[in-house]
């Protein structure tokens, strides 16, 4: 039974900071994201990367903001800079056995398979 587990979500002003984690059930992952969504809105990427070579993408809009990181265990990060209003959605983890080049391809939400409840990120 693969479960991914987000927190650090919160409330924050304006070129604040938070970090989320994620901790999976499993370390046998070959790519985790990030995604975020907002109401009536479709989910968007955010961030990935490749756990075999730890590659990583960014969506336009958090680039040299945003940080994707793994260590050795089950846990997934995202360290997230300077936030903006339009930041404010739910955040969530994705993760697929499969080893995508995340470099070279968006970041979509059908590339993944197992998906985390979310954490809130409200950003004033």
């Known amino acids: 039974h693969v479960q991914l587990v987000e927190s650090g979500g919160g409330s924050v002003q304006a070129g604040g900071s938070l970090r989320l984690s994620c901790v999976a059930s499993r370390n046998t992952f070959g790519t985790m994201g990030w995604f975020r969504q907002t109401p009536g809105n479709e989910r968007e990427g955010v961030a990935a990367i490749n756990i075999y070579s730890g590659a990583a993408a960014y969506a336009d809009s958090v680039k040299g903001r945003f940080t994707i990181s793994k260590d050795n265990a089950k846990t997934l990060y995202l360290q997230m800079n300077s936030l903006k209003p339009e930041d404010t959605a739910m955040y969530y983890c994705?993760?697929?056995?499969?080893?995508?080049?995340?470099?070279?391809?968006?970041?979509?939400?059908?590339?993944?398979?197992?998906w985390g409840q979310g954490t809130q990120v409200t950003v004033s």
């Open positions: 994705a993760a697929t056995f499969r080893s995508l080049s995340v470099r070279w391809r968006p970041i979509r939400a059908g590339d993944y398979n197992y």
